[in-house]
Each structure stands twice: as structure tokens, then as C-alpha cells.
């Protein structure tokens, strides 16, 4: 074989190894698992705050149980969502969505039965919709690991719903 295919050759597995390589960070991390990720966090994040809220607003025992409860879970799912996210590459967000952030500041200028009524409320649309996102990400995300972690965030997810109902119950 002439030097010159040989070169040649050598060129191409070394521009492949240096594609493949740039691209592994990516590989398997589809447009779609990279938005559930960062919708995640940036809800966990909404929650944890909006729990944090809760906790001081609240007298009614049913709000404080599923203020508690999204703290602490959500605090968790924040920290292995974000571990996640570096390791595959994506950016971590720093909070919770413009529309979350606005939800937030609403339901912070009530107070008592009002604040109580909407904050369970809107827990009870936050989680259906966070449900159905990781439902989605579940059945039609490409990394396994993104899958994963939406697998293990459902359970979660269907017990804050089921809170945020007995909260919103108690809260007419």
C-alpha cells in the first residue's frame, strides 16, 4: 500500500477518534432529556422554595405536612438531577422558570385561608404537569440515565400529588 493511503488512512481514524470523543460528552442526551432535566431542576428548585414559603405562611397542618415533604424531597431530587446534568454536560439552572418564579411571587402576597386555598392548589396543577413531563421523559427519552432518574422521581411525584390534594381539600 502507498505511503500517501496509508497517511491518508491514519488522518481519518484520528479525525474520527477526535469526532467520537468530542461528541461522547453529547452521545445518547437528546434535545429532549437535556429539557427535562433542566425543567426538573428548575422545578425542584420552585419547590423547595415555594415548600420553604409554606412552612412560614401556613397554620393549617395538611399545607405544613405537604410543605415539609417537598422540601426534603425535592431538596434530594435537586442534588442527584444536578449531578446528573454535569456529568452529561448540561447547565444547571440557578432557579425556577419566569412563569414558576411569577406563580411564586403571587402566591406570597397571601396570607391565611387564601394563601393556604391557593398554595395547595397550585401544588395539585404543578405535580399533574410534573407527572406528565416525567411520564413523557420515561417512554420517550433517549439517555438511560435521564430515564432513570425520571423513573425514580414518578413515585415521588405521585405522593406530592396526592398531598397537595389532601392539602387543597382542607384548604376550601
Partial sequence: ?????????CACLVASAVFAGGASAQRGVSGLDKEYLKTSMQGDIFEITGGKLARVKTHNRAVLTMANRLVSDHTKSLRDAARLARRLGVEVPKSPTPSE????????????RSFDHWCSRLEVYDHLQDIDETTSEIQD?????????????LPMLRTHLKLARIAAAASP
Wanted: charged share 20%.
Fill in 141 to 153: 427519552g433517549s439517555n438511560g440515565a435521564v430515564r432513570a432518574e425520571a423513573k425514580t422521581d
Fill in 101 to 112: 418564579t411569577w406563580e411564586l411571587q403571587v402566591v406570597r402576597s397571601l396570607s391565611g
Fill in 1 to 9: 500500500m502507498p505511503r500517501s493511503l496509508i497517511a491518508i488512512g
